[in-house]
């Protein structure tokens, strides 16, 4: 595997924080839109959660559809348009006084998100060299993984101190700040190839659905699911073991332990191939569940932090990257938006299950038996996909040269 060839190019950067701004948007309103809708908008709470699913349901869809417009117009453009529609999105919440007006909004701000997310997968795809992709996404999911952290954290605090109008115009300005970054791109004619002029747009299942993804993205969807009850409620089962300023700190630990640990397992990934990587990783992420069920100290709830973090933290870039490998890189937004969007279904029914679930069996339980079901999960991963692993693997680099 060779290294004289550049990863952190100004492309490369301006790409990774055009993410970052983008991912804390999502993850800022994530956590206050609830809020929001309940105590500003009094929107009753059995419906808050309709917040998130609209938006969400938004994203699923439109990644289904984007393809044939993406094959237009091609991928820099739509990229550009989608963070506009972010940009619009956020300031159309400022003048949203209503519940309906709000849920529109949401669907209109999930659509601008399920296009970009699959676009700037798509293009760093395109961006990075072949011998380093898997070191290349790894640190390009990073910024989603760091924006996982800050988004939160600045979104509570602006509602808290500040109130709802300020969080509102801080939301506007990470979108303002990703629009920026995106300007700063520059890619040459032979990275990201031009549409035909003339191609026609078409509708068709083919073209929304990039067939051989289907099985790394239904294994994706169950990953997902098993990952859903510690992204949706971590925190709230941190403040049931009274765990203090401690238990605010599981998303930090675990974006620190990926800083650290992501090189090693990107390149381990172009050097080797996926399918070692996927055990350890697995491995981490169960073992990290499973301390999670037991922890009775802050210690041991902050070593969860880090082994789900190793775990499922470079899990999923491998995933993505594989995702991106797996169809012809003509498709690879394609690719990525059939991965993503059922990957996404599989959080939505895991959070959902999650919230049932928690009522009847408890946080404990509840942690041990994901555990439990992650197992399950790589023996499925393994005989639907692993088998296929070394000659797919071999096949795509030689695909994608």
Request: aromatic residues 14%; contains cysteine; positive net charge.
């Amino acid at each position: 595997m060779s290294q004289s060839e550049p990863l952190w190019t100004k492309n490369f950067i301006s790409l990774f924080l055009c993410n970052f701004f983008l991912f804390t948007n999502y993850y800022f309103l994530l956590v206050t839109m609830p809020i929001y809708a309940i105590h500003d908008l009094h929107i009753d709470e059995s419906l808050s959660g309709l917040v998130s699913a609209v938006f969400l349901t938004a994203a699923i869809i439109v990644r289904f559809v984007a393809h044939p417009l993406i094959e237009r117009y091609g991928k820099l453009p739509m990229l550009k348009w989608s963070i506009i529609m972010f940009v619009i999105s956020s300031l159309l919440y400022l003048f949203s006084d209503n519940p309906a007006s709000l849920l529109a909004v949401r669907f209109l701000h999930g659509l601008g998100f399920g296009v970009a997310t699959m676009v700037a997968g798509a293009i760093v795809a395109h961006i990075v060299p072949l011998s380093r992709q898997g070191e290349g996404m790894g640190y390009f999911v990073l910024s989603s993984n760091l924006a996982m952290v800050a988004g939160p954290f600045f979104g509570l605090f602006s509602l808290e101190r500040l109130g709802a109008f300020w969080m509102l115009v801080f939301a506007l300005g990470c979108t303002i700040a990703s629009l920026l970054s995106f300007l700063l791109i520059r890619l040459a004619a032979q990275q990201v190839k031009r549409p035909a002029a003339k191609r026609q747009l078409r509708f068709s299942l083919k073209q929304m659905i990039e067939p051989s993804v289907l099985p790394l993205a239904l294994i994706g969807a169950l990953f997902a699911l098993a990952y859903a009850p510690v992204l949706s409620f971590v925190s709230v089962y941190a403040q049931s073991l009274h765990f203090g300023e401690s238990g605010n700190l599981f998303f930090v630990i675990y974006a620190a332990v990926l800083l650290v640990s992501r090189p090693f397992t990107g390149r381990w990934f172009d050097a080797r191939g996926p399918k070692a990587l996927v055990v350890f990783c697995t491995a981490s992420f169960a073992i990290g569940l499973l301390l999670l069920s037991m922890a009775k100290t802050a210690a041991v709830y902050l070593l969860s932090a880090a082994l789900i973090g190793m775990g499922w933290g470079n899990l999923f870039p491998i995933l993505q990257t594989m995702a991106i490998q797996s169809g012809p890189l003509s498709r690879s937004s394609s690719s990525l938006g059939t991965f993503l969007s059922v990957f996404d279904v599989g959080i939505s029914a895991g959070s959902f299950l999650t919230g049932v679930l928690m009522t009847s069996f408890g946080f404990r339980t509840l942690y041990a038996a994901d555990a439990a079901f992650l197992l399950v999960v790589f023996i499925l991963y393994f005989s639907m996909v692993g088998k296929k692993l070394k000659k797919e693997y071999s096949h795509a680099r030689q695909e994608h040269a």
